[in-house]
């Protein structure tokens, strides 16, 4: 058991509260383009608003690498939550310094402000102590509900718990529990799809999850590895070349311990990725020399779905194809609704795979749409989560 230190333990009346959240949403326009993260947090804000807390959020964008970047700034952000809350959420232009302790101390209480782009110091990644306790010194206590960054030790995550007694958000105690028990005690049988881009991301997932589960169904451009590994010809597909001898040794684990591993029966080829390719099905072993497969065939998508109603756990990981793209979006946008049907408990990771089904409209239907893209699978794999470990009652993580 994990036990975490409630928000809800906390003395937050008229306090300063800093609120780390994930507000690493994307832009288009100048305006947020997909808020499914800002939403998630707001149970947490409205109720430290409601017990009278004033609420100073810090967040991150993208990856500034330590300068300020205007185009990641987190104003549009500041305006969507607004819309969201029903009230002002003014930005303050820098998350330390004299400017963020003026605004603080001008709150009044149910208040929310929002602090500018973590990351545009160099200190947040570093975990540099004096940053940290830059950031932590207006404020009284801490607050994380920023799951998908849990597995980061950075200043906002790890190095302000040394300064302020730290607290878990709504959100974040939402996704441990929910992921605790599949990592810890999943309803069998025990399925884990994967796609993306590469398997280079998801060769990690597969070596520590192979002995736990009891299927790895593998779409996206991570299953051209795979099926080269077979032996068969994938014309101009992606191919990780190098990692040819880690794909076959994990078959052959597989198939060793009794773990089912599907792999792509037919697939979409192109000659080009875009909305306007013209697009054809072949079978996965005979993809054109001058081809690409860039989404899973009619005929996967049935073999996929069949095996995910069989499930009592899923856990899904990794879009099916090149679902940015139009002609490259129905294996993915299938999937996604024959896991929606399925009736076993259902887990979509974030990332890529969040924003598919968000866009398909299917947020809803799972049981799960975890906030976290790395986060999640660090978790189910039992891997370090260092910003956890302030958070929790009575030992490690």
């Not at 077979?230 to 684990?253: D, F, M, N, T």
């Not at 080009?272 to 690409?292: F, G, N, R």
Request: glycine letters at 10%; one cysteine or more; proline letters at 6%.
């Amino acid at each position: 058991m994990i036990r975490l230190h409630d928000v809800k333990e906390a003395d937050v009346k008229t306090k300063r509260v800093l609120l780390r959240a994930d507000f690493n949403v994307p832009l288009r326009d100048g305006k947020v383009a997909e808020d499914f993260r800002i939403r998630k947090t707001l149970p947490t804000i409205n109720w430290l608003r409601k017990q009278g807390a004033k609420v100073i959020i810090v967040s991150h964008l993208g990856r500034p690498k330590g300068k300020v970047v205007p185009e990641l700034s987190l104003a549009p952000v500041a305006e969507r939550l607004g819309e969201l809350l029903g009230c002002e959420v003014p930005l303050v232009p820098d998350c330390v310094g004299d400017v963020v302790a003026e605004a603080a101390e001008n709150m009044g209480a149910g208040e929310v402000i929002l602090l500018e782009n973590v990351r545009f110091h160099l200190g947040e990644e570093a975990n540099d102590p004096e940053f940290a306790g830059e950031l932590a010194s207006p404020f009284d206590l801490y607050v994380n509900d920023a799951f998908a960054v849990c597995h980061r030790a950075h200043a906002s995550t790890v190095g302000v718990t040394k300064f302020l007694r730290p607290y878990a958000g709504f959100l974040l105690q939402e996704e441990v529990r929910v992921l605790l028990k599949v990592r810890d005690d999943p309803d069998r049988p025990y399925y884990l799809l994967i796609g993306g881009k590469k398997a280079k991301d998801k060769l990690g997932v597969l070596e520590e999850l192979l002995p736990k589960v009891d299927g790895i169904l593998i779409g996206g451009g991570a299953a051209f590895t795979f099926l080269k590994a077979k032996g068969y010809e994938i014309g101009k597909s992606v191919l990780e070349e190098e990692l040819l001898p880690k794909v076959k040794e994990i078959a052959e684990r597989a198939y060793k311990n009794g773990v089912l591993l599907l792999l792509p029966r037919d697939v979409v080829v192109a000659k080009e990725l875009s909305d306007s390719a013209e697009t054809t099905v072949v079978p996965a072993e005979k993809i054109p020399p001058d081809m690409m497969g860039l989404d899973i065939g009619p005929e996967t998508v049935r073999a996929f779905s069949k095996k995910l109603r069989d499930a009592a756990t899923v856990v899904w990981a990794g879009p099916m194809g090149a679902f940015e793209y139009k002609p490259f979006s129905r294996g993915t946008a299938a999937i996604a609704r024959a896991l929606a049907e399925a009736p076993g408990f259902t887990v979509v990771g974030g990332g890529e795979t969040g924003e598919a089904v968000i866009q398909f409209g299917l947020e809803d239907n799972f049981d799960h749409l975890s906030t976290g893209g790395g986060a999640t699978l660090a978790f189910l794999q039992g891997k370090s989560m260092p910003a956890l470990e302030p958070l929790m009652v009575g030992g490690l993580f």
